[in-house]
């Protein structure tokens, strides 16, 4: 029981991480290289944000959302949705570009010294049927739960969803009907990066970050994505707390350190049994 309670406490941060990641390629078809830098960004800029004024790690990662929202909002706009009418390959890699961009300026200004967050709950450990967990992975798991709930929601129930939806299907149609399908895309973009921003700080509170630990995190949130169905919101949660549970598990039979060879080798036989995702079947955004 105590390794299953871990194992989706775990999944609902990846879940979270990768909440973004599926909501881009649901809607573009677009797999965003630069995800894992989002993440990052958020912490160090929540980091920074404490530093200055102080406050909860916690609610300054919306203000920290906030300003990734709105970077994220003019790239797409400018330049990513003008570089995917050059082919899919374009914009794979005008992310990849965006993603060593990023790291290399987060390197630059914070050196390459991991930091965590720091909280009065990050340190502490909540009982759950007698066992002991951790506080930050359990908010990490509601807030993942309250976060693909509300995505879900919106692009199922407002203007605005509808909008992605047909968007998503087909934009030229879309566009002939009068959506913008230029704005919706940076809309999209916009909304993902926030959630990274907040899946960044989740992280922060229970690992050390360093401006190179994006590539790591994109890796398990693609893995995330994949095996949840790319593109589905609700696929991303059961996606993420499938992959929590199988690390877990993993790495008490073989050890700690074969967690990234079991994950990603789950993820090899997935792909050769389900190649689009084990819970593809889930309305997709």
């Known amino acids: 029981m105590e390794l299953f309670i871990q194992g989706i406490l775990l999944g609902g941060l990846y879940a979270t991480t990768a909440l973004g990641l599926s909501l881009v390629f649901g809607t573009m078809r677009m797999v965003n290289l630069a995800h894992g ?16 004024v102080g406050g909860d ?10 300003i990734c ?7 797409q706009r400018y330049v990513l949705t003008p570089v995917m009418s050059h082919g899919e390959e374009a914009p794979i890699t005008a992310t990849f570009g965006i993603s ?16 965590t967050l720091s909280a009065p709950y990050s340190a502490t450990q909540v009982e759950i049927f007698g066992i002991g967990i951790r506080t930050s992975l359990l ?15 919106v692009l199922k129930k407002t203007s605005f969803g509808r909008q992605v939806r047909a968007a998503s299907i087909d934009p030229e149609a879309a566009g002939l009907v009068g959506i913008d399908v230029k704005k919706t895309y940076a809309r999209v973009m916009a909304i993902a990066a926030g959630s990274a921003a907040i899946g960044g700080v989740l992280i922060a509170l229970s690992f050390s970050v360093a401006p190179n630990s994006g590539t790591a995190w994109l890796l398990r949130a693609f893995t995330v994505v994949v095996i949840g169905g790319l593109g589905s919101i609700p696929g ?5 707390l499938f992959v929590g549970l199988v690390e877990t598990y993993g790495a008490v039979i073989f050890g700690p350190e ?19 995702g084990l819970f593809a079947k889930v309305s997709r955004a």
């Open 37 to 52: 830098e989002f993440l990052i960004i958020g912490a160090y800029l929540t980091s920074v944000i404490v530093i200055a």
């Open 57 to 66: 790690p916690l609610l300054v990662a919306i203000p920290a959302a906030l």
């Open 69 to 75: 929202a709105l970077a994220a909002y003019p790239l």
């Open 100 to 115: 060593i961009a990023l790291q290399t300026i987060l390197l630059l200004i914070f050196t390459s010294n991991p930091r």
């Open 139 to 153: 908010i990490a798991l509601v807030i993942g739960v309250a976060m693909v709930i509300a995505l879900t929601l």
């Open 236 to 240: 991303t949660l059961y996606g993420g």
């Open 258 to 276: 074969y967690r990234d060879v079991i994950v990603f080798g789950v993820l090899v036989i997935v792909l050769l049994v389900r190649p689009n």
